[in-house]
């Protein structure tokens, strides 16, 4: 029996690489165990698969703090114990290449933050291994390779998700790639007509440019094999999902929706969606709001073409929380 496209999207969870101390196990440098509230929340959601570089390359817990040090531009960067007196450089990215390479097919990633190997941005690169040296901020040895081989998908580390847009952007990158994932393996153009249509208000939101290429691609697909008309539309997909959403182009598609059915509301229900959409423009109310008003609308006036638009809900709605660390909820 055939699935349609809405079930087999839906019977699949996204494959989330995490590190081993966000809530698995006590493999910290101290001992200790992190937490992180989205990784708790998302394990009802998806199937993690956990990581632990410093331990899987032989390290015991408790275990002498290790650091990333670059001692000019020219030099190699070197993953040291403090103090100087081991190296771990050539064991860590070993150990990453194998680890990546034959991982099964994953769908994003969630790092510890600042951490000399599993750290994506923010990790101190020192000049030297003496105490008091200065440093830089970049990647961990292990991080670093992930961000090198699997950029086009969604990573993230558990400082950063902390942050209400980027965890967001985190979700909705993470289950739209999900769901290309599973049409990508019987590459049926109907399936990718399906997935186009969608996801064309979310994919407008993020950016209009690579939306209209995408569209292109789709409406090509006669002239070119399936396999070719799904690389090429992954590659564009990559890179419309590559930034956040700017809250102007969110406005201008909250605006557009608004038109299915603007001529049904009455002068009162038109001011008071144009306010809400307003306050989110003024940063007074995240954009879950608008968005939960245009969408009730929608459903009100059945709006079909609007109903199944993933914009609405690019991911599961338990997933939502609108708590923030204090940065970047207005846009």
């Known amino acids: 029996m055939k699935l349609s496209y809405k079930e087999k999207i839906n019977n699949v969870k996204p494959v989330v690489v995490v590190s081993r101390c966000l809530g698995f196990e006590a493999c910290r440098y101290n001992g200790q165990l992190d937490g992180c509230n989205l990784v708790e929340k998302l394990k009802n959601f998806v199937d993690f698969i956990t990581v632990c570089p410093e331990v899987q390359i032989g390290l015991e817990i408790p275990r002498a703090a290790i650091r990333v040090v670059k001692e000019n531009e020219d030099a190699p960067v070197k993953l040291m114990q403090h103090g100087g007196e081991r190296e771990f450089s050539t064991e860590m990215m070993e150990f990453g290449e194998k680890f990546l390479k034959e991982l099964p097919k994953v769908d994003g990633f969630i790092l510890k933050s600042k951490s000399p190997s599993c750290g994506i941005k923010e990790v101190k690169i020192y000049k030297s291994i003496e105490k008091g040296s200065t440093s830089v901020k970049g990647s961990g040895l292990f991080g670093g390779l992930v961000m090198e081989k699997f950029e086009g998908l969604a990573i993230e580390d558990d400082g950063r998700v902390k942050n209400y847009n980027i965890r967001q952007h985190f979700l909705t990158k993470l289950y739209i790639m999900k769901n290309f994932r599973v049409i990508k393996e019987s590459m049926r153009v109907e399936d990718l007509v399906e997935f186009h249509g969608t996801n064309k208000l979310l994919l407008m939101s993020y950016n209009q440019k690579q939306l209209k290429i995408l569209g292109s691609i789709v409406g ?43 001529e049904k509301l009455t002068h009162r229900e038109k001011e008071f ?37 993933s914009f609405f809900e690019p991911y599961p709605l338990e997933l939502d929380n609108v708590t923030d660390s204090g940065k970047g909820l207005d846009k």
């Open 220 to 262: 090509r697909h006669g002239e070119l094999n399936a396999q070719q008309v799904y690389a090429q539309y992954e590659e564009n997909l990559m890179l419309a999902l590559n930034k956040l959403p700017r809250y102007t182009s969110n406005i201008n598609v909250l605006t557009k929706s608004m038109g299915y059915f603007s």
């Open 273 to 309: 969606i144009l306010d809400t959409i307003e306050q989110y423009r003024q940063s007074k109310v995240p954009f879950s709001v608008p968005l939960y008003v245009i969408k009730s609308n929608a459903i009100r006036f059945e709006e079909k073409n609007l109903i199944n638009q």
